[in-house]
Structures are given as structure tokens and as C-alpha cells.
Nanobody, 120 residues
């Protein structure tokens, strides 16, 4: 079994910062990709940041470029999302997703989500 646990969400004022963490545990052989997604009320889930472990390349949604940074700690099987200059429109439930080799072969695993609320 593989489990992902997110932490670091909460309430912050506009202009503030938060750092989300997503720790993976279980039978993990290797991780191919890491990503953060968010879903705001009444909207579809969207990817905000992604990281490819083979070369460390990253990509970001236009709405968060220059404000959010995705990073990883290989030893801890953990992915982070540093969020700066937060805006009320960043309010959403944030989910991490890891594409990894585990007991089910190559598969996607999702965290349950963590709420980020940005007040104006």
C-alpha cells in the first residue's frame, strides 16, 4: 500500500505565504513525477505545478508562475509547494499526486487534499 499525507494548509491573508508538504509512505520503488493540483468551489481540478524526477524539470500554471515553487526531498519521498504572494483566488483544496512504481506497478496516487484559504 502507498499513502500520501498532505500538511501545511490553513488560513492566510492575501500577500502571505504557505508551504504545503506531501509525504509518501509504503512500498515505493521509485517516483517518476510529482504534482500539485487544486480545486476551488464550483470549478474543475487544475494542475498548478509539476516536477519530473528524472531531470528535475518543473512546470507551472500561468496563474501561479513566479509565486509558487515545487520541490522535493528524495530521501523523505516528500514533495513541497511553496506558495508566496497568495491571492484570494488561490483559495482551494490542494491535492498532491505522485506517479510512482509501487505494489500496483506504475500508478498515480493522490492525497486526500488540504484546504488553503486566502482572505482579502
Amino acid at each position: 500500500q502507498v499513502q500520501l499525507v498532505e500538511s501545511g494548509g490553513g488560513l492566510v491573508q492575501a500577500g502571505g505565504s504557505l508551504r504545503l508538504s506531501c509525504a509518501a509512505s509504503g512500498s515505493i520503488f521509485s517516483i517518476n513525477a510529482m504534482g500539485w493540483y487544486r480545486q476551488a468551489p464550483g470549478k474543475q481540478r487544475e494542475q498548478v505545478a509539476g516536477l519530473t524526477t528524472s531531470d528535475g524539470s518543473t512546470n507551472y500554471a500561468d496563474s501561479v508562475k513566479g509565486r509558487f515553487t515545487i520541490s522535493r526531498d528524495n530521501a523523505k519521498n516528500t514533495v513541497y509547494l511553496q506558495m508566496n504572494s497568495l491571492k484570494p483566488e488561490d483559495t482551494a483544496v490542494y491535492h498532491c499526486k505522485l506517479t510512482l512504481w509501487g505494489p500496483m506497478g506504475l500508478a498515480d496516487y493522490w492525497g486526500k487534499g488540504i484546504l488553503v484559504t486566502v482572505s482579502s
